[in-house]
C-alpha cells in the first residue's frame, strides 16, 4: 500500500468504523458488521482506516494513566512478539519434519535393530565397523530382506527389498491420502497459489486452521517419504502462514483486522522459506517477490525478524547433526572461467525450456483432473502415481535415495576421499595435493555408468513430476526441479571436464585449462543447472539467486547463478508469461490482478461498466424511500455484493455504497432488536430521519453501513487509469458516473475477465468475486 | 478450544527444543577421519569420541598405520571432521511423530468405519441420509441429524458434540469443494 499514501484518500466517516460520534453510542452496534464472508474479497481501504482508528484511540487514551500508557506499549510491541512465536513454532515444525523424513524415507529400506527410531545414517553413526569401501555399511542397520530371510545379497534378496519398498510407498502414500481426505481437504496442493491469492485480499475460511496445520505437517512427511517426486518447500510456507495465522487469533489488533493480518501472513511466508532452504534473506526476498501482494517496508524488517528466528530455532533442534541447515553445503571455493559462460548460459536455456515445457504438461494434466473422470478417483490416482514411482525408482541407485540426498551427492565434488560411482576417476597414486585442489582427471567406467545412469533419472523425473505435482497430497515444487537441472548440470558439467582433460591444446582450453590444474568443477555445474531449472518453473529472479548462495555458500558463484537465472526467465518469459505459481492461479480462477501484468489496451470504463446496454438496469437503493420489504426483495432477487444509494430514482445522484452482508445482517438485527420495525418500515440513509404522517411504523436508521466515500470514477477514464486504481488501492467495486448521475458499476470480476478478454483468454474462467 | 491448541504447539515447540539442552549423551559427540589409500595402506574410516579440540589426524588416527617420517604425509591427506547430534531429540521427535501419527489413524477409522456402524444400530437404518449404495462412505455424512436432534442440555458434553458437528460440517464442505467439484486447489 505504499503507492496509496501519495493518492490523497477521501476519510471515511466515523459512523462507517463502529468508533462513533455520541449520537451513535446511543444506537445499538451491529453484530458482525464488517466481516467477510468466504471467497470474497477485503476492502483494503476499510481495514486500513479501521487500524488507523484503533491506533488513535489507544493513543489518545494512553495519557490518561500509566496502565493505558502500558496498554499501548504492549498494543505496539504485539507484532514482534507474534513474529517471536512464528519463528519458534515454525522452526520447530521443519525440525520435526526434517527428522521424520529422514526417518521414514529409510524405513522403506530397512530399519535400525538397536534403536528403531534411527535412520540409517544415525544408526551407523557410532559403529566402529565401518569400512572405507563400505562406508555405509554397518551391521546395525539391516535391509528387510536380511531380517526376513538372513540373506543379505542374491536375486531373492533383492526382489524381496524391492517388493518391501514399493509396499511402503504405497502404504505411505495411502495413509497420506485418507488423512488429506478425511479431515482437512484443504492440506492437499502446494499452497503457494492459494496463499498468494489470500494475501491479495481473498477470503479462504479453514485455509489456514488448525486442522488445516495438523494435517499437512504430518501428512508431508508422509508424502515426502513415499519415494514421490515432491518436495517440501511449498507446502512449508503453507505451514508457516497456517502459524501465523494461529498466532494473530491472539492478539485481536490482527485478528479483528484482516489487512493487519496479511502483514502477519507475509512475515510467517518469509518463515517458511527461511527453515525450508536454511536462507533467511532469501525467504524474506522470496515473500517480497513471490508471495505478497502488498509488502510495506515495516513488513520487511518484521519478516526478516521471524526468518531469523526460525533459522536459529531450526538450527539449534540440529536435525542434521552438523549444525548445517540443509544438506546442499558446499565446500569447494575453486574459481570459475569466463569461458565456462557459455555452459553456464545453455544450462539456462535449457531450464527455460524445461520451465515451460513443465508448466503446459502439468496445466493440462490438472486441467484433466478437473473436468473429466480422472478427478473422481483421488485415492486410487495417488495409488497408482505412488506404484508407478517405486517401481520405476528403485532399479536406479540415483532415484532410489531421496531426492534431497541426490541433490547433496550431484552438487558436491569429488575429492580423494569420496567412493561412490560418480567419483571413480582414474587418480594418480603420487598425487599428494591436500583436498580441494584434486586437477582434472579422465573418467573411469564408473562415471561412464553414472552418466547413463543420471540420463535415465532424468528422463525420469521430468516425466513423473508432471503427474505428480497437484495430486491430492501436499506436493511442493521446488526439489523436483532443483533435481532435474542439478542431473542437467552434473552431466555437462562431467562432458566439459572430459573435454578440457583430453583436448587441452584446443584454442578454448589453452588459456584457461593447463594439464595438472584443477579446471571445471561439475559440482558447480550441477547448481548452475538447478538454479536455471527452479528459475525457469517459477521465474523468480533475485530471491533465487539469494537463496542459491545461501543454500552452497558459495559466494564466488553469484555470476553464473546469476547468469543461468537471467537466460532461464528470458528463454521461459518468451513462451509464456506466467509462472507455475499463476498458472495454477488462473486454472483455478482465483481473482487474482497480477502487479506484473502491463495493460495497454485503449478501453474506457464505459466499455467495461455494468449494466450493459441490454441487462437491465442498476439495482440501486434510495436515500429514504425504499422499504424493509422492497430491500429484501433486492437482496433475495440478486446476488450483487453491493448496491449504490442515490438520492432519488428522478435524480441518480450518488450518496454512497452498502455492502450486501452489511445490509442483511443490519435488517436482521433490526428485525430482532429494534420494536416497530416491520416490513413496510421505510430504511433511511440520511442523519435525520424523513418526514412521514404519524400513522407510518418507525422508520429503520442504516446510516452506519452505508460507505460514504465509494470510489468513483468518470465514464471516459481509460481503463489503463481504472486497472492500476484498482490494483494499488486494493479496491473490490468501483462506481461510474457522468456530471455526477450514477450510470454504472465495475467490480474486480469484471476487471479480471476484461483483461483476460482482451489476452484472448476464456473469460469465463474467472469464478469469484 | 483455539487457546488450547496454541497452548499445545506452544509446549511442542518448547519441548522439542528443551529436548536437547538436557545432558548431552558422551556418544553423541565424535570426530570422523577418513584416509584414503596411501601407497600400500589400504583406505580406512577412524572414528573417536572426542571434542572438537583433539579432533585432529594424530588424535584419532590409532594405531597410526605408516612410520615416523610418513605421519605427515599421511595425515595431510586425512581428512577429520567434527559432528555433533543430539539422539534424545531424535528420540522423542520420532515418538511424538508416530504416536501423532497412529492417535489420527484411530480417530480416522472411528470416523469412517466404527461411528456409521454405531450410528445405525442406535437409530436405525431409515435415519441415515446418506443412501448405502454410495461407494465412497462420506464421512460426517449425517452431521446435519445428529446436530438437530441434541439441542436441549446445554451442558458441557453437548458443547463438546456441537463443536465437532460443526467441525464435521465445514471439513464436509470443504471436500466437496475440493474434491467434488474442484472448485478450489484443483
Keep these: ?12 466517516t466515523e459512523e462507517m468504523n463502529g468508533a462513533g460520534t455520541l449520537m451513535d453510542f446511543l444506537d445499538e452496534p451491529f453484530p458482525d458488521v464488517g466481516t467477510y464472508e468466504d471467497f470474497h474479497t477485503i476492502d483494503w481501504l476499510r481495514e486500513k482506516s479501521r487500524d488507523t482508528d484503533r491506533h488513535r484511540k489507544i493513543t489518545s487514551k494512553s495519557k490518561e494513566s500509566i496502565w493505558e500508557l502500558i496498554k499501548s506499549l504492549l498494543d505496539a510491541w504485539s507484532g514482534w512478539v507474534v513474529m517471536l512465536l512464528i519463528g519458534l513454532l515454525s522452526g520447530s515444525l521443519a525440525g520435526v519434519i526434517d527428522l521424520a523424513v529422514d526417518w521414514m524415507t529409510d524405513l522403506k529400506e530397512g530399519v535400525c535393530l538397536s534403536a528403531f527410531w534411527y535412520s540409517h545414517e544415525q544408526c551407523c553413526w557410532t559403529s566402529n565397523q565401518t569400512t572405507f569401501a563400505d562406508r555405509d555399511k554397518c551391521p546395525q542397520w539391516q535391509k528387510w530382506a536380511e531380517l526376513m530371510t538372513g540373506h543379505a545379497e542374491g536375486a531373492g534378496a533383492y526382489l524381496l527389498n524391492y517388493f518391501l519398498y514399493i509396499l511402503w510407498a504405497l502404504l505411505f502414500s495411502f495413509l497420506a491420502v485418507s488423512l488429506v481426505r478425511v479431515f482437512a481437504p484443504y492440506a492437499c496442493g502446494s499452497g503457494i497459489p492459494e496463499i498468494k491469492t489470500i494475501l491479495s485480499g481473498f477470503i479462504i475460511r479453514g485455509y489456514l486452521g488448525k486442522w488445516t496445520l495438523l494435517i499437512k505437517t504430518v501428512t508431508l512427511v508422509l508424502a515426502v517419504s513415499s519415494g514421490l517426486s515432491l518436495g517440501k518447500e511449498g507446502p512449508l510456507v503453507h505451514v508457516a502462514c497456517c502459524c501465523g495465522n494461529l498466532f494473530c487469533s491472539l492478539f485481536s489488533k490482527y485478528s479483528k483486522n484482516e489487512g493487519k493480518r496479511r502483514e502477519v501472513l507475509s512475515a510467517a511466508a518469509a518463515a517458511g522459506v527461511s527453515v525450508a532452504f536454511g536462507a533467511p534473506i532469501g525467504g524474506v526476498l522470496f515473500s517480497l517477490e513471490e508471495v505478497s501482494y502488498y509488502f510495506p517496508l515495516k513488513t520487511l524488517w518484521r519478516s526478516f525478524f521471524a526468518a531469523l528466528v526460525a533459522a536459529f530455532t531450526l538450527r539449534s533442534i540440529n536435525p542434521f547433526g552438523n549444525s548445517r541447515l540443509v544438506l546442499f553445503y558446499v565446500e569447494y571455493h575453486t574459481p570459475w572461467y569466463m569461458a565456462e559462460l557459455v555452459p553456464f548460459i545453455l544450462l539456462g536455456v535449457f531450464g527455460g525450456l524445461w520451465g515451460t515445457l513443465f508448466i503446459r504438461a502439468n496445466i493440462a494434466w490438472c486441467r484433466r483432473r478437473k473436468t473429466t473422470q480422472l478427478g473422481k478417483y483421488p485415492v486410487l490416482e495417488v495409488i497408482i502415481v505412488t506404484g508407478i514411482t517405486a517401481l520405476l525408482a528403485y532399479p ?52 561412464y555408468n553414472a552418466m547413463w545412469q543420471l540420463t535415465l533419472a532424468l528422463i525420469f523425473k521430468i516425466v513423473i513430476t508432471i503427474f505428480t505435482f497437484g495430486m491430492k497430497i501436499p506436493s511442493g515444487l521446488f526439489i523436483p526441479s532443483m533435481a532435474v537441472g542439478a542431473i542437467a548440470g552434473r552431466i555437462v558439467g562431467i562432458a566439459v571436464e572430459q573435454m578440457a582433460y583430453h583436448h587441452h591444446d584446443w584454442i578454448i582450453f589453452k588459456n584457461w585449462c593447463r594439464p595438472g590444474a584443477d579446471c571445471v568443477t561439475p559440482g558447480l555445474y550441477a547448481m548452475v543447472g538447478a538454479a536455471a531449472c527452479l528459475g525457469g518453473v517459477t521465474r523468480m529472479t533475485v530471491s533465487l539467486v539469494v537463496i542459491m548462495f545461501e543454500l552452497t555458500g558459495g559466494l564466488e558463484y553469484i555470476v553464473p547463478l546469476m547468469a543461468a537465472a537471467v537466460t532461464s526467465k528470458w ?39 455494468r449494466p450493459r446496454r441490454n441487462d437491465p438496469p442498476l439495482a440501486v437503493l434510495t436515500q429514504d424511500s425504499t422499504t424493509v420489504e422492497d430491500v429484501e426483495t433486492l437482496i433475495k432477487d440478486t446476488d450483487y455484493n453491493g448496491f449504490p444509494v442515490v438520492v432519488s430514482r428522478e435524480s441518480e445522484r450518488l450518496i454512497g455504497f452498502v455492502q450486501r452482508r452489511d445490509l442483511t445482517l443490519a435488517i436482521k438485527n433490526a428485525r430482532q432488536k429494534q420494536d416497530g420495525v416491520v416490513s413496510s418500515s421505510v430504511v433511511y440513509f440520511t442523519e435525520d430521519a424523513p418526514q412521514l404522517p404519524a400513522s407510518n411504523p418507525q422508520p429503520l436508521k442504516l446510516r452506519r453501513v452505508l460507505n460514504l466515500s465509494p470510489f468513483t470514477v468518470t465514464d471516459h477514464t481509460p481503463m489503463e487509469t481504472v486497472v492500476d486504481i484498482f490494483r494499488k488501492l486494493g479496491l473490490r467495486q468501483c462506481l461510474v458516473t457522468r456530471s455526477g448521475r450514477l450510470l454504472g458499476i465495475i467490480t474486480k470480476k469484471d476487471v479480471l475477465r476484461h483483461m483476460a478478454q482482451m489476452m484472448n483468454q476464456d473469460p469465463e474462467s474467472i469464478m469469484f468475486n | 478450544m483455539k487457546f488450547l491448541f496454541g497452548v499445545e504447539a506452544l509446549c511442542l515447540a518448547c519441548f522439542v527444543l528443551l529436548s536437547q539442552v538436557s545432558a548431552k549423551n558422551s556418544e553423541d559427540i565424535r570426530c570422523k577421519c577418513i584416509c584414503p589409500p596411501y601407497r600400500d595402506v589400504e583406505g580406512q574410516i ?7 579440540k583433539d579432533c585432529t589426524c594424530l588424535h584419532v588416527v590409532v594405531p597410526m598405520p605408516v612410520d615416523g617420517k610418513d605421519v605427515e604425509a599421511y595425515c595431510l591427506r586425512c581428512e577429520c571432521k567434527y559432528e555433533e547430534r543430539s539422539s534424545g531429540t531424535i528420540k522423542v521427535t520420532i515418538i511424538i511423530y508416530l504416536s501423532i501419527l497412529g492417535l489420527l489413524l484411530l480417530y480416522m477409522v472411528y470416523l469412517t468405519l466404527l461411528e ?26 449425517n452431521a446435519h441429524n445428529v446436530l438437530s436432534r441434541s439441542h436441549s442440555r446445554p451442558n458441557m458434553l453437548n458443547k463438546v458434540e456441537h463443536a465437532q458437528q460443526r467441525w464435521r460440517r465445514q471439513v464436509q464442505e470443504q471436500r466437496k469443494s475440493v474434491f467434488d467439484r474442484h472448485v478450489v486447489l484443483s
Excluded at chain 1, 1 to 12: D, I, K, N, R
Excluded at chain 1, 416 to 439: G, W
Design chain 1, 1 to 12: 500500500m505504499a503507492a496509496a499514501e501519495g493518492v490523497s484518500l477521501p476519510t471515511p
Design chain 1, 396 to 447: 536406479n541407485p540415483y532415484t532410489r535415495r531421496s531426492t534431497s540426498e541426490l541433490i547433496s551427492e550431484l552438487f558436491n565434488d569429488c575429492g580423494a576421499l569420496e567412493s561412490s560411482q560418480l567419483c571413480d576417476y582414474y587418480n594418480n597414486p603420487n598425487m599428494s595435493r591436500p583436498v580441494d585442489d584434486i586437477p582434472d582427471r579422465p573418467a573411469g567406467p564408473g562415471v
Design chain 1, 571 to 609: 528463454v521461459a518469459d518468451a513462451f509464456g508469461k506466467e509462472g507455475i505459481y499463476e498458472s495454477h492461479i488462473q486454472l483455478n480462477g482465483y481473482p487474482y490482478l497480477d502487479v506484473r501484468d502491463e495493460f495497454t489496451h485503449r478501453t474506457l470504463a464505459t466499455d467495461v461498466m
Design chain 2, 46 to 52: 577412524y572414528k573417536q569420541n572426542v571434542s572438537l
Design chain 2, 116 to 141: 456409521p456402524m454405531l450410528k445405525r444400530r442406535l437409530f436405525g437404518h431409515s435415519q441415515l441420509i446418506q443412501s448405502d449404495d454410495d461407494v465412497d462412505q462420506q464421512p460426517f455424512a
